[in-house]
C-alpha cells in the first residue's frame, strides 16, 4: 500500500514538474520575442525593468533553469525507494515464513487441537507449493484425492478433525482418540 502512495505521488509529481517546464518554455518564448521586437536603448530604464511587458525579472529562478535535471533526480530517488520498500516488504514476508515453519510441531508432538491446525496447513503447503490461504480443508481434501486417490480416507479424516479443530468453539477439545486419528492420517498423507 505504501509503495503504490509513493508512485502515485511521483506520478503526480513529475507531472507537475512537467506542466511548469511547458510554463518555463512558454515564458521564455514570449521574453525573447518581447526582447526583439523592443527597440534598442543603450540604457534600461528602471521603469523598464518593472514594466509588465519585462519577463526577466517575473520569472522565478526555477523556471528560468531546465526542470529536466531535476524531474530526473526526483525519478530516479522516487524509484530506489520503491525498491527499497519492495525489498523491506519481502524481507518481512520472508522473516514471517521462517518464523511459522520453525513452529511447526512434528506428528508425534500434536497435542492440542491448535497443534493439528498448524499441522495441516504445513501439510497442505509442502503437498502443494501453490496451495493459498483461500483454500478450505475441503479443497485440500479435494486436491489430496485427485492427486493421491489411495489417501482418501486418511485425508478425508484429517479434514473432519481440522474442521473441528478450527472452528468449534474454544471450549470444545479433542480426544485423546481423535487426536490419535489426526496423527495417524497425517503420517500417512506425508508418506
Known amino acids: 500500500k505504501g509503495v503504490k ?4 505521488y511521483l506520478t503526480t509529481l513529475g507531472t507537475q514538474i512537467a506542466k511548469s517546464t511547458e510554463v518555463s518554455t512558454r515564458v521564455r518564448s514570449n521574453a525573447s520575442s518581447a526582447s526583439s521586437s523592443a527597440p534598442s536603448s543603450s540604457a534600461p530604464t528602471s521603469s523598464a525593468q518593472s514594466s509588465p511587458g519585462s519577463a526577466s525579472s517575473d520569472i522565478p529562478n526555477l523556471f528560468r533553469a531546465s526542470a529536466l535535471p531535476y524531474l530526473a533526480a526526483i525519478l530516479i530517488v522516487g524509484g530506489l525507494t520503491i525498491l527499497a520498500l519492495r525489498y523491506r516488504v519481502r524481507v518481512e514476508q520472508v522473516r514471517k515464513e521462517k518464523g511459522q515453519a520453525a513452529q511447526v510441531p512434528s506428528i508425534d508432538e500434536i497435542r492440542t487441537r491448535d497443534d493439528l491446525v498448524v499441522a495441516f496447513h504445513a501439510l497442505a503447503k509442502k503437498r502443494f507449493k501453490a496451495a493459498q490461504a483461500w483454500w478450505t480443508s475441503g479443497y485440500v481434501a479435494q486436491q489430496f484425492e485427485a492427486k493421491m486417490p489411495q489417501l482418501k480416507t486418511p485425508i478425508q479424516t484429517l479434514s473432519g478433525l481440522y474442521d473441528q479443530a478450527r472452528y468449534y468453539p474454544t471450549e470444545f477439545q479433542l480426544t ?12 500417512q498423507c506425508e508418506g
Open 5 to 8: 502512495q509513493a508512485g502515485n
Open 176 to 187: 485423546a482418540k481423535q487426536i490419535d486419528e489426526a496423527k495417524l492420517a497425517l503420517k
